[in-house]
């Protein structure tokens, strides 16, 4: 199958920057659209941000809209996030997930593999 590794999560400081990857290895062939997720203690699981295979169509949350970038290096089999202005109500567990549709997805049912997740900890 598809195995998702996330790096790049720590305690940064309100108005901070920082970068998220995720690795993906085993069946990469197989992966189409990809994205990150997120979920803060007592919250639902919500999608930050995602993109499709090529790129050339991408979604990002209203909440994070305008200061954050998803990228993907498909020579790499990596996806990236850039979060930049950082509030502490981006506090949370980042996940990344990947799927087998082409088409970009949305919600965490269309997804089909999943990383273990990288705390972001945003201090005010």
């Known amino acids: 199958q598809v195995q998702l590794v996330e790096s790049g999560g720590g305690l940064v400081q309100a108005e901070g920057s920082l970068r998220l990857s995720c690795v993906a290895s085993?069946?990469?062939?197989?992966?189409?659209?990809m994205g990150w997720f997120r979920q803060a203690p007592g919250k639902e699981r919500e999608v930050v941000a995602a993109i499709t295979w090529s790129g050339g169509r991408i979604y990002y949350a209203d909440s994070v809209k305008g200061r954050s970038t998803i990228s993907r290096d498909n020579a790499k089999n990596t996806v990236y996030l850039v979060m930049n202005n950082l509030k502490p109500e981006d506090t949370a567990v980042y996940y990344c997930?990947?799927?087998?549709?082409?088409?970009?997805?949305?919600?965490?049912?269309?997804?089909?593999?999943w990383g273990q997740g990288t705390q972001v900890t945003v201090s005010s």
């Open positions: 085993g069946r990469t062939y197989i992966i189409g659209a």
């Open positions: 997930a990947a799927t087998r549709r082409n088409g970009l997805a949305y919600g965490s049912r269309e997804y089909d593999y």
